[in-house]
């Protein structure tokens, strides 16, 4: 495996944003990434190949699709502080608060700054279940609540085995508030699609048409019990040697749990249907943490240490992964990663170590 990957690739620098994810394709001739309102495409050398503008949200995690040879992101069009961060660096005013899964064709992305809405290189499928929750508001204990689950919008995404039947399943992490005073924030909480059943509601999102065509709900919705974390999943990744499924967070705050920067999901435990803790008397399809790397005795929690993944991950079999590792500067707005390959070793703290030749 290692033979054929470069040791690592330089992004070049962009203006978009940050690093917030990574691909390859098929037959590993391309690399892409996505740099908050720009996708990029690369060869495996580094060199530039083409790019695509014009969403006016936050393009987050990206997955390849081994199924159809496209590229899958999440996308975040919202009015939140992260949002309106984006618009201002886009010059853009409000936009109706929408989440989607946008679909790129790798193929036709061959020159710089192809329009999202315009060159028929992008569409995108509604999220109801995901924008729904992040517009839940109620009151509870004579105290107004917003965002069920804490759900800040979406932002992890991959392809992993179906945990209730056959075939592969897109999954899509929410992006999950950090509040301390809540019990109701302390899940992740991963929506599971059937890619082929979503290519009925694809269709092109542009500034005037911020669209709804989507499932009613997703086929599935699973719970991950981390402890709350900042803004969830930022990249989510199922790993083929190990039948696992990495989560690289941005580490929480509440002082009861381990707070750790990547929790990993085991792929042979299949969900179980229990009460969630913390949401009253809701119940829901809970996923299991794999019984490995750092153990919280206290919380119940495991994960791992690693200052790596939450600006994009790559798993690529027998045991090898890209990483981001990003650099930024938001002063003058200039934004580059080296994505350097790793092994998997399973130590702990840090579970991968760099390969030097």
Same mark, same amino acid.
């Given at each position: 495996?290692?033979?054929?990957?470069?040791?690592?690739?330089?992004?070049?620098?962009?203006?978009?944003?940050?690093?917030?994810?990574?691909?390859?394709?098929?037959? #590993?001739?391309?690399?892409?990434?996505?740099?908050?309102?720009?996708?990029?495409?690369?060869?495996?050398?580094?060199?530039?190949?083409?790019?695509?503008?014009?969403?006016?949200?936050?393009?987050?995690?990206?997955?390849?699709?081994?199924?159809?040879?496209?590229?899958?992101?999440?996308?975040?069009?919202?009015?939140?502080?992260?949002?309106?961060?984006?618009?201002?660096?886009?010059?853009?005013?409000?936009?109706?608060?929408?989440?989607?899964?946008?679909?790129?064709?790798?193929?036709?992305?061959?020159?710089?700054?192809?329009?999202?809405?315009?060159?028929?290189?992008?569409?995108? %499928?509604?999220?109801?279940?995901?924008?729904?929750?992040?517009?839940?508001?109620?009151?509870?204990?004579?105290?107004?609540?917003?965002?069920?689950?804490?759900?800040?919008?979406?932002?992890?995404?991959?392809?992993?085995?179906?945990?209730?039947?056959?075939?592969?399943?897109?999954? %899509?992490?929410?992006?999950?508030?950090?509040?301390?005073?809540?019990?109701?924030?302390?899940?992740?909480?991963?929506?599971?699609?059937?890619?082929?059943?979503?290519?009925?509601?694809?269709?092109?999102?542009?500034?005037?048409?911020?669209?709804?065509?989507?499932?009613?709900?997703?086929?599935?919705?699973?719970?991950?019990?981390?402890?709350?974390?900042?803004?969830?999943?930022?990249?989510?990744?199922?790993?083929?040697?190990?039948?696992?499924?990495?989560?690289? %967070?941005? #580490?929480?705050?509440?002082?009861?749990?381990?707070?750790?920067?990547?929790?990993?999901?085991?792929?042979?435990?299949?969900?179980?249907?229990?009460?969630?803790?913390?949401?009253?008397? $809701?119940?829901?399809?809970?996923?299991?943490?794999?019984?490995?790397?750092?153990?919280?005795?206290?919380?119940?929690?495991?994960?791992?240490?690693?200052?790596?993944?939450?600006?994009?991950?790559?798993?690529?079999?027998?045991?090898?992964?890209?990483?981001?590792?990003?650099? $930024?500067?938001?002063?003058?707005?200039?934004? $580059? *990663?080296?994505?350097?390959?790793?092994?998997?070793?399973?130590?702990?703290?840090?579970?991968? *170590?760099? %390969? *030097?030749?």
């Amino acid at each position: 495996m290692k033979q054929n990957l470069p040791l690592s690739i330089y992004t070049g620098i962009f203006h978009g944003g940050h690093i917030q994810g990574i691909a390859i394709d098929k037959e #590993r001739n391309y690399i892409y990434c996505s740099f908050t309102t720009e996708l990029v495409k690369l060869d495996m050398q580094g060199n530039f190949i083409g790019s695509v503008k014009g969403f006016t949200g936050h393009l987050g995690c990206l997955a390849y699709n081994a199924e159809d040879g496209r590229i899958y992101a999440s996308l975040e069009y919202k009015n939140d502080m992260i949002g309106k961060s984006i618009l201002n660096h886009l010059g853009v005013g409000e936009v109706k608060n929408a989440f989607y899964v946008a679909i790129f064709d790798g193929e036709k992305i061959t020159k710089p700054d192809m329009s999202a809405e315009k060159d028929g290189v992008m569409t995108t %499928v509604w999220l109801r279940e995901a924008t729904e929750d992040y517009l839940a508001a109620w009151e509870e204990n004579g105290k107004e609540m917003q965002h069920r689950h804490g759900c800040s919008g979406i932002d992890g995404i991959t392809f992993a085995p179906n945990f209730e039947g056959e075939g592969m399943r897109m999954l %899509v992490a929410y992006g999950i508030y950090s509040e301390n005073d809540r019990t109701d924030n302390d899940y992740q909480v991963l929506l599971s699609y059937d890619a082929n059943a979503l290519k009925p509601y694809e269709a092109v999102l542009t500034k005037e048409n911020i669209h709804t065509s989507g499932p009613d709900h997703a086929e599935n919705k699973y719970f991950v019990f981390t402890g709350n974390t900042n803004f969830g999943v930022q990249n989510l990744e199922y790993d083929p040697y190990t039948g696992d499924i990495f989560m690289a %967070v941005y #580490r929480g705050r509440k002082p009861q749990y381990p707070n750790l920067s990547m929790y990993v999901i085991d792929g042979k435990c299949t969900p179980r249907e229990e009460t969630l803790v913390g949401c009253g008397a $809701e119940k829901g399809k809970v996923l299991t943490l794999k019984k490995s790397g750092i153990s919280h005795e206290e919380s119940g929690v495991y994960g791992y240490e690693f200052k790596f993944g939450s600006t994009g991950i790559i798993a690529l079999g027998d045991g090898y992964f890209y990483f981001s590792e990003n650099r $930024e500067n938001y002063q003058i707005k200039e934004y $580059e *990663s080296t994505i350097r390959l790793y092994r998997y070793t399973g130590e702990i703290p840090a579970p991968f *170590s760099p %390969v *030097s030749e």
